[in-house]
């Protein structure tokens, strides 16, 4: 028996008063489906393809720039996924980055498609794809509102500035890093309902995967904070004051120190960060406002 047909026996077997209500739940539910699905499926559907529609084409692209560090004439990532290369991808410094996350999944390509660059674009895409739904998803979540959640997913999957991050098989970092970054917003959002030790364990495991993945995360607990206020609503009356709710993130940013300080290492090594003679202070600060 499907769900409606379970209604339906409910319905016919429930005394008068409850009826109504019965009725109502039908039709709410038939109000949010099309062609026989439920909008949000439908939604990621379409989604989904409109996003495969206009990036399909990445899967005839070559490598290209530094895809020739990461993967072309790298001979660790090309051997493909060992304990060898694990411990490599823990200590490689590949472009001035630390992203070991990152490059164990050009290992894992290599180890699928070997050196035909359309697999290694396929499997962005498909993170890019994944991403988009997430948006949508994690929007839906935390909102309750359906299609303004699917407009701002669809703007996520076909603005320009993320065809870099698509089509170059080197920027597998952003993909991967937003793919957690996503998972970690979700996840927190999931304990806000209920503030369990495991539920936070669980947020503080995907922010790490992001910034194994690519360091740029290190903005996130600042982002879940923003989340707090809306749409969370966490600082209103009731609920944990606002400094409980930034110390409440102390694992979080010391996670992010500690990346912060593993970055600013491999890129000095690699001379990535010029000295404050070439660059003044002041002139760093004027660049960052």
């Excluded at 917003?185 to 995907?206: G, K, S």
Aim: hydrophobic content about 50%; proline content about 4%.
């Amino acid at each position: 028996m499907d769900r409606k047909e379970k209604l339906i026996d409910d319905f016919s077997h429930s005394p008068p008063h409850q009826n109504i209500d019965l009725d109502k739940k039908m039709v709410i539910q038939n109000q949010h489906r099309f062609f026989g699905l439920r909008s949000d499926v439908l939604i990621c559907l379409v989604l989904s393809i409109i996003t495969f529609s206009v990036y399909w084409q990445v899967a005839g692209h070559q490598f290209v720039f530094d895809d020739i560090s990461y993967i072309t004439k790298n001979s660790h990532v090309q051997k493909g996924l060992t304990f060898d290369n694990l411990a490599w991808a823990l200590t490689a410094n590949v472009e001035s980055n630390w992203h070991p996350l990152t490059m164990l999944s050009h290992m894992l390509d290599c180890q699928l498609y070997g050196l035909n660059p359309g697999g290694h674009h396929v499997t962005s895409l498909l993170f890019h794809i994944v991403n988009t739904l997430l948006v949508f998803l994690v929007l839906k979540k935390m909102t309750n509102v359906l299609w303004q959640s699917a407009f701002v997913a669809a703007l996520f999957a076909l603005h320009p500035l993320h065809v870099e991050s698509v089509a170059w098989v080197s920027e597998r970092k952003d993909v991967l890093s937003t793919f957690f970054w996503l998972l970690t917003i979700w996840c927190y959002a999931w304990y806000a309902q209920r503030t369990e030790i495991r539920r936070y364990l669980v947020v503080l495991l995907f922010l790490v995967l992001g910034l194994i993945s690519k360091p740029m995360v290190v903005t996130l607990p600042f982002v879940l904070l923003l989340l707090d206020y809306w749409p969370l609503k966490r600082f209103q009356s009731g609920r944990p004051g606002g400094w409980q709710l930034v110390l409440e993130k102390a694992p979080l940013f010391a996670v992010v120190v500690v990346s912060c300080v593993i970055t600013f290492h491999f890129q000095k090594n690699a001379g990535a960060v010029a000295p404050l003679d070439v660059n003044p202070l002041l002139g760093r600060l004027t660049n960052a406002l």
